[in-house]
């Protein structure tokens, strides 16, 4: 990296499963959904200026400097609090894109709690919460920094016990857009609420479900392909809106093993469910 520094990381994340219950009158879906954090995460680092500037460092491939999470989450804190600091930041990306991961909303977490410390400005994560669900609407969780049982629109969030697990993650080469699977006709809006009580006893046993995965699987025959492969090698589900897919293990050996396991057309890697962000959690 360029950039002298420790690194702050920006974790992805993984929905264990994702029901849509309604829809708002502004067209956003309520959702239920259990979101952990998984130890692949993408690096950034900062230097602080004192001209106020805010300036992105390295190139990004396909995200160009003014549309950045990273970047407009840095302008918003700074408008917000009023600080006459700027800042160079240097993201380094290894989370896959518009995959289901969350990487520009955790980037953007990060970058949120950094500044705020390195800044001064001390607005506290309650603050930064509200100042990220105005740029996304995954960015709370992030700063919420533990798994999530996460209601209304991805605002309302309660802390979950998630069992430790191992998972492959696999990339299909597409990339999902988010607004494409809310508008589709055929999605399911109306799957009957859960209580949080009633989840931990799925976890155990019954099969969890994503009510975005049969839109994707329909549209997108590269996704369907690589969630038909590792439904061979375990309980496999798409995360978020897709399109990756992703399957849980006991441990390391076994999820090593069902990666490699796998075809040769196919990318992936394999990740570690942590319990709290690497920048901490409420
Ligand atoms: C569905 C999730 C689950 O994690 O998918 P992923 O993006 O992670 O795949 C997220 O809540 C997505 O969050 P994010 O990707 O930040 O979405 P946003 O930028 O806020 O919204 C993109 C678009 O998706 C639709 N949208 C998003 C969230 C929501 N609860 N209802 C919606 O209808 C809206 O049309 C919105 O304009
Ligand atoms: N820092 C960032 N990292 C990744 N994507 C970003 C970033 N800033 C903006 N984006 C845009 O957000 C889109 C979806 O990003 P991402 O968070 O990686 O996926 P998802 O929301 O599917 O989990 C990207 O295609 C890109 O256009």
Known sequence: MQLDGPD???????????HVIGRRADGYHLLQSAFTLIDHADRLRFRIRDDGAIHRVNAVAGVPEEEDLAIRAARLLQASSGTGLGADIELEKRI??????????????????ALDRLW????????????????????P?????????VEGVGDVLRPLEVPPRWYVVLVPPTLVP??????????????????????????AGQKLRNDLQPVVLSRYPE?????????SQGEARMTGSGGCVFAGYDSREQAERALAAR??????????GIEQHPLGAE
Do not use: C, Y
Not at 8 to 18: D, H, I, M, V
Not at 223 to 231: G, Y
């Open 120 to 139: 001064g400005t001390n607005l506290g994560r309650p603050r930064l919460r509200e100042l990220g669900a105005q740029l996304g609407a995954d960015i």
């Open 223 to 231: 996704v369907r392909r690589h969630l038909e492969w590792l439904a």
């Open 8 to 18: 702050f990381l920006a974790p992805a994340k993984l929905n264990l499963f994702l």
């Open 263 to 272: 075809p040769a057309s196919m990318q992936g890697f394999v990740a570690r």
């Open 141 to 149: 969780f992030f700063i919420f920094g533990r798994a999530a049982w």
């Open 96 to 113: 896959p894109m518009g995959g289901g991961l969350g990487g520009g909303s955790s980037d953007a977490a990060t970058v949120l709690l």
């Open 178 to 203: 988010t607004p494409e699977i809310f508008r589709a006709p055929e999605l399911t809006r109306n799957t009957e609420a859960l209580k949080i009580e009633d989840f931990s006893a799925r976890l």
